[in-house]
């Protein structure tokens, strides 16, 4: 695990580290700057001070030698001969240039200054390593004292690091707080304005864990009501079928126990179906899909059920082809919904239509009309609600197929709309809201 205060104390020491180099740097170069005019005015003032000197015509003896004195100092005659050199055993060139000249050597890099001074050229020499060593020596004792203060610096940070990071302990402790009963959101007041994304982040997922804990609770709640009544119903068929006794008794109770267990099935695969068609429940990948193509198989598996209502069902052509990038699978339990439900609530010798199209503006449409007994306008939106059936309804169901349909179309970024069907009865339609991906 990452300790986010090591890395700011780390990264604040490596800034004052680099701070402390820069700084370095600079003194050293300024340093240097400053002894290379104060070491050229001393160089220059040398010579001239030598203008009243008489120098010997023989060479001083290398016994004469002062390793300790840094100053070369050269004397040529007229003529261009060497009448005097205070160091032999320095490496120095035969000629000078007047005036200041770095010149460079086996024994190093040297700064020297030429004059003519009463017939005679006297140069004084001078190696640029002492210069360096001062600027240097300058450097180190200015840096010093901050490379002595960087322990205390470290654990000044440390500390003050540990100050600025408390709030993320007590934003962790609210955290900590939230119970599934008790997913209140975080104030923000009380968080640093740096921590406010991380907040709005964490308030975000508590409510969508909220939101996910109601509909299991909810989804419970529902599948424990609707299974009561037909369980219920079971038994006292199962109780029905023990007392009978004839033959056309025990017949007559099995129709009724087969007919109770079918309306069970129906109800436990609607309530998996909502279940699975919560927003949070993204399994499938999602794949470009051919409304026509899958309205045509959903009609087709309806068949049997349209025939045995004599029903005029049937899949108008459409004008282009009409696609979608979704799950497959949830739309086609979309149409399949829809066109059941139009089966199953028009009367026998009706007609169901379905189709597919763009609409004006380029988003795939899935409609199905019917010639059945409609749904009013004010009751558009209550036939959403999960177990709701209008009033008089006899036909079967469980209350669970437009709210199967709106969760899933939700879930795929459409929506779901009612209107009047042409037909006389309902026209349903499901608009995606993603544009046609086909041309």
């Not at 600025?164 to 975080?186: F, S, W």
């Not at 740096?194 to 609770?217: C, F, P, S, W």
């Not at 009561?228 to 068929?237: E, G, K, S």
């Not at 082809?321 to 139009?342: K, P, Q």
């Amino acid at each position: 695990m990452i300790s986010i205060r090591k890395q700011l104390v780390a990264s604040l020491l490596a800034v004052l580290c680099g701070a402390i180099a820069l700084g370095a740097g600079i003194t050293f170069y300024r340093s240097r700057q400053e002894a290379n005019a104060l070491f050229d005015y001393q160089l220059r003032q040398m010579a001239l001070a030598l203008r009243d000197q008489s120098f010997s015509r023989a060479l001083p003896a290398p016994s004469n030698d002062r390793s300790d004195f840094d100053f070369v100092i050269q004397v040529w005659n007229e003529r261009g001969i060497r009448i005097y050199m205070s160091h032999p055993n320095r490496v120095l060139p035969d000629q000078a240039q007047l005036g200041f000249s770095t010149v460079e050597t086996r024994d190093g890099t040297w700064r020297a200054f030429s004059i003519p001074l009463a017939g005679e050229v006297v140069q004084v020499a001078q190696p640029m390593r002492i210069r360096n060593q001062l600027a240097l020596m300058a450097a180190i004792r200015t840096s010093m004292p901050f490379l002595a203060m960087l322990p205390l610096l470290a654990v000044i940070g440390w500390l003050a690091v540990g100050r600025g990071l408390k709030p993320l302990e007590d934003l962790a402790g609210m955290v900590a707080a939230r119970t599934p009963t008790a997913l209140e959101p975080i104030e923000d007041k009380r968080v640093p304005v740096e921590a406010g994304v991380l907040v709005n982040a964490i308030n975000m997922l508590m409510g969508r864990l909220g939101r996910t804990l109601d509909a299991q609770r909810t989804f419970t709640a529902d599948a424990a009501h609707e299974l009561r009544t037909p369980l219920t119903a079971l038994q006292l068929q199962l109780q029905l079928l023990e007392r009978a006794t004839s033959d056309e008794e025990r017949h007559t109770a099995l129709r009724s126990l087969q007919s109770g267990l079918n309306r069970a099935t129906h109800v436990l695969q609607q309530l998996l179906t909502l279940a699975r068609a919560e927003p949070d429940n993204r399994n499938q990948i999602p794949s470009e899909i051919d409304l026509a193509e899958l309205a045509g198989e959903v009609l087709a598996d309806h068949l049997p059920l349209a025939e045995a209502g004599e029903l005029d069902i049937g899949l108008e052509p459409a004008a282009s082809a009409v696609h979608v990038t979704a799950d497959r699978e949830a739309v086609r339990t979309v149409f399949a919904n829809l066109i059941g439900n139009a089966i199953r609530y028009t009367p026998k010798g009706g007609q169901v239509d379905v189709s597919t199209r763009l609409n004006e503006h380029g988003q795939p449409v899935f409609k199905v009309c019917d010639s059945g007994p409609g749904i009013p306008a004010e009751e558009h939106e209550r036939v959403f609600d999960r177990f709701y059936r209008r009033p008089g309804v006899t036909a079967a169901g469980s209350g669970l197929g437009l709210a199967i349909v709106k969760a899933l179309a939700s879930k795929e970024s459409a929506r779901v709309v009612l209107g009047s069907s042409p037909l006389g009865g309902l026209a349903v339609e499901v608009i995606f809201t993603q544009k046609n991906p086909v041309t």
